[in-house]
């Protein structure tokens, strides 16, 4: 897609702060973030919305999920327990799809957010 941000980010056009890349994924920095940790999961693939995802998509989705414990723990925002057992720290994940689900970007996106609260714009 020529006018996809998202797709620029991934083929290197434009500059984002990058924290975790492989051969499918990448993984950068929102530039307006709403937590302490605000990340975005892209696949380098464009694919508009959740909505367009089918089982073909599966393996694609279940990486981008099992992604977020993995960078949560490098970012200071994984899910911990004290002494008594109480869990402390943690994460949110979030995508948008559709404009009445909020979603302006249209390149499948996961958002994380994490680290103290209280959060902006509580998503």
């Avoid at 999961?41 to 989705?61: D, F, Q, R, W, Y």
Wanted: aromatic share 6%; charged share 20%; hydrophobic share 35%.
């Amino acid at each position: 897609m020529t006018n996809c941000i998202f797709c620029k980010i991934a083929a290197k056009q434009i500059p984002a702060d990058i924290v975790y890349e492989d051969d499918e994924l990448l993984v950068f920095k929102d530039i307006h973030p709403a937590a302490p940790v605000h990340l975005l999961v892209i696949p380098k693939e464009h694919v508009a919305t959740l909505s367009e995802c089918n089982g073909s998509h599966a393996a694609m989705l279940g990486r981008m999920m099992t992604l977020v414990p993995q960078l949560a723990a490098e970012h200071g925002c994984a899910v911990s327990y004290d002494e008594q057992g109480q869990p402390g720290g943690g994460y949110k994940t979030l995508i948008n799809s559709g404009p009445d689900g909020g979603q302006e970007v249209y390149h499948l996106h996961l958002h994380m957010y994490g680290g103290p609260r209280p959060w902006k714009g509580q998503r």
